[in-house]
């Protein structure tokens, strides 16, 4: 897990950094500044109009008495879309666009449902039978000493 995370909170900004000073010196600094406070722009407005979206398809799928599992996953992923694409950065932000497009959110969508499911169903086959590497009442004993003490008498 620390490899992950090291690299999500190193290697992504130096990426980021990389690709700006790229952009940077094939058309200016003046258009790239413009161009990631327009990428913002862009991605508030997205955010604002695909949360919408999902909101009432959420509160529809509630009212219908159904559980909102689809809708639940899509507001997540529209969440970490809007904030891939306020984040200052092109990479982030071709991310964030692709989690707030509908067509490729429902591929990201059913990838979490897939490794979501493989996860439980991992989680339950421990429950299942006996695993390798489980107990047996033979593996282990429990020592224990009980005292009896005699409830209190009550002077009458």
Same mark, same amino acid.
Request: hydrophobic share 50%.
């Given at each position: 897990?620390?490899?992950?995370?090291?690299?999500?909170?190193?290697?992504?900004?130096?990426?980021?950094?990389?690709?700006?000073?790229?952009?940077?010196?094939?058309?200016?600094?003046?258009?790239?500044?413009?161009?990631?406070?327009?990428?913002?722009?862009?991605?508030?407005?997205?955010?604002?109009?695909?949360?919408? *979206?999902?909101?009432?398809?959420?509160?529809?799928?509630?009212?219908?008495?159904?559980?909102?599992?689809?809708?639940?996953?899509?507001? *997540?992923?529209?969440?970490?879309?809007?904030?891939?694409?306020?984040?200052?950065?092109?990479?982030?932000? *071709?991310?964030?666009?692709?989690?707030?497009?509908?067509?490729?959110?429902?591929?990201?969508?059913?990838?979490?449902?897939?490794?979501?499911?493989?996860?439980?169903?991992?989680?339950?086959?421990?429950?299942?039978?006996? *695993?390798?590497?489980?107990?047996?009442?033979?593996?282990?004993?429990?020592?224990?000493?009980?005292?009896?003490?005699?409830?209190?008498?009550?002077?009458?």
């Amino acid at each position: 897990m620390v490899p992950l995370l090291l690299l999500l909170f190193v290697g992504v900004p130096l990426v980021e950094l990389y690709v700006i000073v790229q952009v940077g010196q094939a058309i200016g600094v003046l258009p790239t500044i413009a161009l990631l406070v327009l990428s913002s722009l862009i991605g508030t407005a997205l955010l604002r109009s695909q949360g919408r *979206a999902v909101w009432r398809r959420f509160r529809a799928v509630l009212a219908s008495g159904r559980p909102p599992a689809r809708e639940t996953i899509d507001g *997540a992923l529209v969440i970490v879309g809007g904030a891939l694409m306020l984040a200052p950065g092109f990479v982030t932000d *071709a991310f964030g666009a692709l989690l707030l497009a509908p067509p490729s959110r429902a591929l990201a969508r059913r990838g979490i449902a897939r490794h979501a499911r493989s996860r439980l169903l991992a989680g339950f086959a421990g429950f299942g039978g006996a *695993a390798p590497h489980a107990r047996t009442r033979q593996d282990y004993d429990v020592d224990s000493t009980a005292r009896e003490i005699d409830p209190p008498t009550l002077p009458r």
